[in-house]
């Protein structure tokens, strides 16, 4: 039989043990844990959300700065208005959310067309235009989560004018023509301010033919291509002999 001394010498050594194998598993709980909520940081999330944010205000701002004052509230030249507001340039298509080759704004700055004047597009600016509209126009409203998908584009309910020359000359030659083509500014040598104007370029070939090239180098320059309708009712007039009616 063991001795009292032996007793107590191995009931130290199983006391000893449980401390030991106590302390070990403690500590195994205790980096687990901190590996949970290290992995659970959502920090990358909003460092991706953050650089939408950034591309988007800085897709405004080089509109805003090179482009809005001629294409603005109240003044549309080439028949292109508010450049700053994504609903407008959704609903004119002159940007398809994830897709910049056949966006018409990026097309236009590629080719050097736009702005004609003043500062120039410079190519990180083109290129972060182009990202921005790869990316599906995230929001840019500073401070607001862009969305995670892209924005609907609405299919245009385009004006359908009548046959006439008043008609045509309210809602085309004024709106999209006139601002590069009057008595100040005779772009190409063309002045449509006037129906004298108007019915020689028609009659001659060149306002149909200026309007449905293919290619970028179509008029309005830098606006919108016409409309089915609006090309049907010009070619309609001017078959008509293009009267002044």
Not at 53 to 70: D, P
Not at 192 to 213: D, H
Request: hydrophobic share 35%.
């Amino acid at each position: 039989m063991p001795t009292p001394l032996e007793k107590h010498s191995a009931f130290k050594r199983r006391t000893l043990q449980l401390g030991v194998f106590s302390l070990v598993l403690a500590t195994s709980v205790f980096f687990q844990n901190c590996s949970v909520v290290t992995s659970s940081s959502p920090g990358g999330q909003g460092g991706s959300l953050d650089q939408a944010s950034v591309l988007g205000s800085k897709a405004m701002a080089i509109l805003n700065n090179k482009c809005s004052f001629c294409h603005n509230e109240s003044l549309a030249q080439g028949g292109v208005g508010n450049i700053t507001d994504v609903n407008y340039l959704l609903f004119n298509r002159l940007v398809i959310p994830g897709q910049p080759d056949v966006s018409d704004l990026i097309r236009v700055i590629r080719e050097g067309s736009m702005p004609p004047t003043g500062t120039q597009v410079t190519t990180a600016e083109l290129d972060a235009l182009t990202q921005w509209v790869q990316n599906g126009l995230k929001d840019a409203t500073v401070g607001q989560v862009p969305s995670p998908t892209p924005l609907p584009v609405p299919m245009p309910t385009p004006n359908t004018p009548t046959a006439s020359y008043a008609a045509l000359a309210s809602s085309l030659f004024t709106p999209k023509c006139v601002g590069c083509h009057n008595n100040n500014l005779a772009s190409g040598n063309v002045n449509l301010s006037t129906y004298t104007n108007v019915k020689a370029s028609a009659t001659s070939g060149k306002l149909y033919s200026s309007v449905t090239r293919t290619g970028g180098n179509y008029m309005p320059q830098g606006g919108a291509r016409l409309s089915t309708a609006e090309l049907t009712t010009l070619n309609q007039w001017i078959m008509a002999g293009a009267p002044n009616n």
